[in-house]
């Protein structure tokens, strides 16, 4: 077994591999245990897949391999189906290398990929590729050309091959539904963010740089980071007025944050505008994971700006109330009662 990669710091890291930079799993790494899938959304389903792969690796002293593809496959075979993403690239990596797995690959999603059968993908991909011994796949997984790559017809190829396979059952939800991507996006689309967040195992989020705005929030006594995401595919809850936590290179901090046009300004682009509590200076160009924790009100347009910034001055009383609220709970699974901003 490879020795455990560590930064400067001491702290494990991930190795990421399969762009053009890395293609190929390195010499140093013997065999592995290996589970393949999207991960969008690295919900708490996710999650389980990845704590038992680490721990069956661990028992067997392999290394821990995760396959995952770039762009989402449906983006290929059928891009009127694709999905808006839970999380792109960027994030879902950062959530990956929290689960503490040895070694992540990420493929280019092709046509060509998509034309391979099961049987090849496991002949030319996992074994000849990343020298797997041991296949570990979430209870509806299938891979191969028409996902004909299901629990059956993997056992017969490990049979012959001399590889394990085990099926990992779902994690359910309270009613008893298997937690998944599909379910999660639903919840985040309709602004059910308590759900979402039960099932994702925190907050649900977006990632962005801090861009250049028209200052308009800093004459209005609000100024406000303006946030690119930058993957278009990204899905976003409703438009509204959020109660939001703010993590950057300055540290953790609470806001609240209008998502969608400025109807006041006769602006209707949708944009991300965070106004971030007793913060100060200068954040262009830093990175940040904005937390969407409680839905305010909804966009509305105002007869003059003394109105808005009247309206304003409540919805921070009102978002200061909700993340005062969560911080009270001590954790993140209690629900927030939130007091309507709008008199």
């Given at each position: ?8 710091e001491g702290r494990l890291t991930m190795r990421v591999i399969g762009g053009p930079d890395s293609p190929e799993l390195p010499s140093d790494i013997g065999a592995t245990v290996v589970t393949v899938g999207t991960f969008d959304g690295v919900h ?49 990596l950062a959530l990956l290398e929290r689960s503490a797995i040895d070694v992540v690959a990420a493929l280019p999603f092709t046509k060509q990929l998509a034309q391979r059968s099961a049987t090849e993908f496991v002949d030319e991909v996992l074994l ?216």
């Amino acid at each position: 077994m490879a020795a455990a990669r560590r930064d400067a710091e001491g702290r494990l890291t991930m190795r990421v591999i399969g762009g053009p930079d890395s293609p190929e799993l390195p010499s140093d790494i013997g065999a592995t245990v290996v589970t393949v899938g999207t991960f969008d959304g690295v919900h708490c389903g996710h999650q389980d897949v990845l704590a038992r792969l680490r721990a069956r690796a661990a028992a067997s002293g392999l290394v821990s391999l995760l396959v995952t593809f770039d762009p989402h496959p449906l983006e290929i075979i059928n891009p009127e189906a694709a999905p808006l993403l839970l999380t792109t690239r960027e994030e879902k990596l950062a959530l990956l290398e929290r689960s503490a797995i040895d070694v992540v690959a990420a493929l280019p999603f092709t046509k060509q990929l998509a034309q391979r059968s099961a049987t090849e993908f496991v002949d030319e991909v996992l074994l000849g590729r990343f020298r797997m011994a041991e296949l570990l796949l979430g209870h509806d997984h299938g891979f191969g050309r028409g996902r004909e790559g299901g629990i059956a017809l993997l056992r017969e190829l490990g049979g012959t091959r001399g590889f394990v396979v085990d099926a990992v059952p779902p994690v359910l939800t309270d009613a008893g539904e298997p937690v998944s991507s599909t379910l999660v996006r639903r919840l985040v689309a309709a602004g059910e963010l308590e759900r979402a967040r039960s099932l994702l195992g925190r907050w649900y989020s977006v990632r962005g740089h801090v861009v250049a705005g028209e200052a308009r929030g800093r004459l209005l006594g609000f100024p406000t980071l303006n946030v690119d995401p930058g993957d278009q595919r990204k899905l976003l809850p409703p438009d509204g007025v959020y109660a939001v936590q703010v993590v950057g290179s300055r540290g953790r901090f609470d806001g609240m944050m209008n998502l969608g046009g400025r109807p006041t300004f006769g602006d209707e682009r949708r944009t991300l505008e965070a106004h971030l509590f007793d913060a100060q200076g200068d954040f262009y160009g830093d990175r940040v994971d904005i937390a969407f924790v409680a839905r305010l009100r909804d966009t509305m347009r105002f007869p003059d700006a003394d109105a808005l910034v009247a309206q304003l001055r409540r919805d921070s009383e009102s978002a200061r109330r909700a993340l005062t609220a969560l911080g009270g709970s001590h954790n993140l699974n209690g629900s927030t009662q939130i007091p309507p901003s709008i008199p």
